[in-house]
């Protein structure tokens, strides 16, 4: 059975795709099979991050979308970014960054209850144990979906005041729609923060375990998205809490 997982944040901006990308990365080298599916179709990206250009992807799931193919003939094999052997897999399925496509979606729309079917098919299809839902920011149809269908959810924010009230919607919402189980992650934490007295603060404003607590890392941003800084420098701090949240995600 394919647990899925969505990665959402309120606001645009958190590092909610990179995360998404070490996470599952990072779930696929304890041996497990993960999928990683693009649904901020608006404004894709995470591709990147597996060193795909435009032109490698020939297929994407908005062609899937539009009646095009059936959707495990959108998702990639990208385990060989792993740099390393491994007795799982990784596959991603992104959205196009064609600008005629994108123009497609924002004019017309498209049946967010196929992403319902597609996240089922790809789960049993590619028999995956991880399905990692990387959503759009905001709180609209298809994020909503995505949440409602979820096992879990992991609530990324910032510390800071506009990310804590944008957060705080989401969070009531998942409790309406009753997901399994939430966990936030706290991302661009100032290393000089005591991050103890952080985690408690978060918890207690949202009544919600904290899974782990990102450091602001100039390394991460000087990495640019140009690969998975987990497995780039498996030392760093950020790496580490990367691991930690995998971990409980595998408990």
Not at 122 to 150: C, F, K, W
Request: proline share 5%.
């Amino acid at each position: 059975m394919t647990t899925i997982i969505s990665v959402h944040s309120f606001r645009g901006g958190t590092g909610k795709s990179n995360l998404t990308a070490n996470l599952a990365a990072t779930l696929a080298l304890a041996e497990k099979r993960v999928g990683v599916i693009d649904t901020d179709i608006q404004s894709p990206g995470i591709h990147v991050l597996f060193g795909l250009e435009e032109g490698q992807l020939p297929r994407a799931l908005n062609d899937y979308l539009w009646g095009r193919c059936r959707i495990e003939e959108t998702a990639y094999d990208v385990t060989h970014r792993l740099g390393q052997p491994t007795a799982g897999a990784l596959f991603l399925i992104p959205s196009s960054i064609k600008a005629g496509e994108i123009a497609r979606v924002l004019r017309e729309g498209y049946d967010v209850s196929l992403l319902n079917d597609g996240f089922q098919q790809l789960g049993s299809r590619l028999r995956l144990d991880y399905l990692v839902i990387d959503t759009h920011p905001g709180l609209n149809e298809e994020t909503l979906l995505s949440i409602a269908i979820s096992e879990v959810l992991l609530l990324l924010l910032r510390p800071d005041r506009q990310d804590f009230q944008g957060t705080a919607v989401t969070v009531e919402v998942a409790r309406k729609l009753e997901v399994p189980r939430m966990l936030l992650v706290i991302n661009k934490a100032l290393p000089s923060f005591d991050f103890a007295q952080l985690k408690r603060q978060v918890e207690q404003t949202y009544q919600a375990p904290v899974a782990g607590i990102l450091p602001l890392s100039e390394e991460v941003v000087r990495l640019a998205s140009s690969d998975l800084f987990a497995l780039r420098f498996p030392d760093d701090p950020w790496s580490s809490e990367v691991r930690r949240i995998a971990q409980q995600l595998l408990a």
